[in-house]
Nanobody
């Protein structure tokens, strides 16, 4: 049974930082590209960032470029999202997802497995 478990969310002031983690089990982690998505109240699910299965390529949404960094540790079956310079508009539930040898990273339909999400709230 595949499980993706996010952690690291919380309440932070504008300008602050957080690091999200997503621990995977039940799959061959090194065979999956991993992505982060977010959903703010009343809004659609939005792609944030993705990293290829080997970690050599990453892709970020324009809204987070220069502020967010995705990384992974295949030995620990974990993907991370470092978020800096957080703003109130970054407030959302953040989800990690797994995409088998995925190369189309921005489309949610490409991801077969999803975590339950972790809440990030940025106060002004």
């Amino acid at each position: 049974q595949v499980q993706l478990v996010e952690s690291g969310g919380g309440l932070v002031q504008a300008g602050g930082s957080l690091r999200l983690s997503c621990a995977a089990s039940g799959l061959t982690f090194s065979s999956y590209s991993m992505g982060w998505f977010r959903q703010a109240p009343g809004k659609e699910l939005e792609f944030v960032s993705a990293i290829a299965w080997g970690g050599s390529r990453t892709y970020n949404a324009d809204s987070v470029k220069g502020r967010y960094t995705i990384s992974r540790d295949n030995a620990k079956n974990t993907v991370y999202l470092r978020m800096n310079s957080l703003q109130p508009e970054d407030t959302a539930a953040y989800y990690c997802a797994a995409n088998y040898y995925g190369t189309v990273w921005g489309r949610k339909d490409e991801y077969a497995y999803w975590g339950q999400g972790t809440q990030v709230t940025v106060s002004s």
